[in-house]
């Protein structure tokens, strides 16, 4: 199969391909390995290959729903046992993973052919993915702007038609960020609904989740099924499935939705006029769809809902260089010096401030219910601002230049707090201020790719639903996704 009929498919095409015997494993293996080595050098999206691996298991017999479909994980989280997760970061690079990732046996056992992984920032920090250890990862619609973060190397590798479909996680927006900025799909699904094992019962304290992008509503939702397809017994919740399949739920047209929308920035940053553009357009299609939509706020604080999202993020940090040193011995030199601040920051809060930042995950959880008592779901931009270009949101180098000297000293903590962190923080939350509510609460949100500014950017509009919304977001994105498809469209590279 050559690569512009490969480019035609997703994944759930392929895989019936497969299934039919139009195609094998290998070609289809092999059309993948040579457009991800056509564009690697441009894109940085692939930084761990997995081609003999992959090759071997695409002679195996396979079975699943999604047999014989190439596919790449993130190097975050998603551990492939003998190979390394090296999480954006020098200090993991060399050391293999001991066993596969709950969600890395599923997608075997789905049939998947995993040939690579997908570049991240350091530890997933960051709403780009400009990792020191691999470089930089560029948007395949404009190689001068970041296809977002932290799932950034998944995002561009699925723009660029390396693969349909590519492993992703959101502990923040990661999975919606990236959609937002390459033209894809991307669902978080709500708290515990994906096992985060088999080293963890949760991640980020319920507030991450695993999950794919892709450039089709019906991948993501049979995937859905995949990763849900059993209760993992190690996890904190049993969560009731649905009665009917995702795939099969994602379907049906939706009924007449009450959508609240609001394009205001939550930290009262700017938002740019085209992030508002791609609202208004979203709200012209819904009403024209026959959805009820309306002005509306969710009624919570979220700059202080930043600032406790932050809280979590800096201690997990701080917590994550710490174990990283005890197992593997790392040195401080192995880390970035962004990542060593935000340790610090994380490390300068004292417990009981922590538990009063993790105790108001509870009052949001109630206001964004009350929210949803009236309106089925709240629409916003997914960015604030289309992609922002590659080093834009590097720490300044006054920042920096403080920050080294602090660290030599051992007196890096007292950076926290200071005028100059809080703006190098709100800078880097500004373009990307709307995606955390989701996590905090842990419901689940998706972005779909229905607007591009008028140079030809993508520009995501994101529906964040109540508890268990799950189905009723994939069926208004496939409504949407009829209305205004998006698959074909393809990055000139």
Not at 48 to 64: F, T, V, Y
Not at 83 to 107: F, K, Y
Not at 288 to 295: A, I, Q, S, T, W
Not at 406 to 435: C, S
Request: aromatic letters at 6%.
């Amino acid at each position: 199969m050559d690569y512009a009929e490969y480019r035609t498919y997703d994944a759930v095409g392929l895989a019936e391909l497969v299934a039919a015997g139009e195609v094998s494993p290998c070609e289809l293996l092999e059309t993948a390995i040579t457009r991800a080595e056509a564009v690697g050098e441009r894109l940085n999206a692939v930084v761990r290959p997995m081609h003999d691996l992959a090759r071997a298991r695409a002679k195996e017999p396979l079975s699943g729903p999604f047999a014989g479909v190439p596919f790449l994980v993130k190097d975050l989280l998603q551990d492939y046992a003998g190979v390394p997760t090296g999480s954006g970061s020098h200090a993991l690079n060399h050391i293999p993973a001991e066993q596969h990732s709950a969600v890395v046996s599923r997608w075997l056992d789905a049939g998947l052919v995993i040939f690579g992984k997908t570049n991240t920032p350091e530890f997933g920090t960051k709403g780009i993915t400009e990792p020191e250890a691999n470089g930089p990862t560029r948007n395949p619609w404009d190689l001068d702007r970041t296809p977002g973060g932290s799932s950034g190397g998944a995002a561009c590798a699925v723009a660029a038609g390396i693969v349909p479909m590519a492993g992703a996680n959101d502990g923040g927006g990661s999975i919606r960020i990236p959609a937002a900025c390459c033209g894809l799909f991307g669902l978080k699904p709500g708290r515990g609904l994906v096992p985060a094992g088999p080293a963890a019962a949760e991640h980020l304290e319920g507030a991450a989740t695993d999950g794919v992008l892709s450039r089709s509503v019906r991948d993501s939702a049979a995937m859905l099924d995949v990763l849900t397809g059993r209760p993992d017994p190690g996890g904190p919740y049993l969560h009731a499935r649905p009665s009917q399949p995702y795939a099969e739920l994602a379907r049906h047209t939706p009924r007449r939705l009450r959508i609240g929308f609001t394009a205001r920035s939550p930290i009262g940053a700017e938002v740019d006029p085209q992030a508002v553009a791609a609202v208004d357009d979203g709200v012209e299609l819904l009403t024209r769809l026959g959805h009820h939509v309306e002005p509306a706020e969710p009624g919570i604080d979220q700059r202080q809902l930043a600032l406790d999202f932050l809280a979590m993020w800096s201690t997990q940090v701080a917590h994550t260089v710490d174990e990283v040193q005890r197992l593997h011995g790392a040195r401080a030199d192995d880390f970035e010096l962004d990542t060593h601040m935000l340790a610090a920051a994380g490390r300068s809060l004292k417990a009981p401030g922590y538990y009063a930042a993790r105790d108001r995950w509870n009052t949001y959880s109630r206001q964004l219910a009350a929210f949803h008592s009236r309106y089925d779901l709240l629409l916003t931009p997914t960015l604030a601002r289309p992609p922002v270009r590659i080093g834009e949101l590097a720490t300044p180098g006054p920042v920096r230049a403080v920050g080294r000297v602090l660290r030599r000293l051992g007196m890096l903590g007292v950076l926290a707090g200071t005028k100059a962190w809080d703006q190098a923080v709100i800078a880097n939350l500004a373009p990307v201020p709307f995606t955390q509510l989701a996590n905090i609460t842990g419901r689940p949100a998706m972005s779909v790719p229905a607007y591009r500014t008028p140079g030809g950017l993508p520009l995501g509009i994101q529906f964040v639903g109540p508890l268990g919304g799950e189905a009723t977001l994939l069926a208004l994105a496939a409504q949407i996704e009829a209305e205004r498809p998006w698959a074909h469209l393809e990055p000139g590279l």
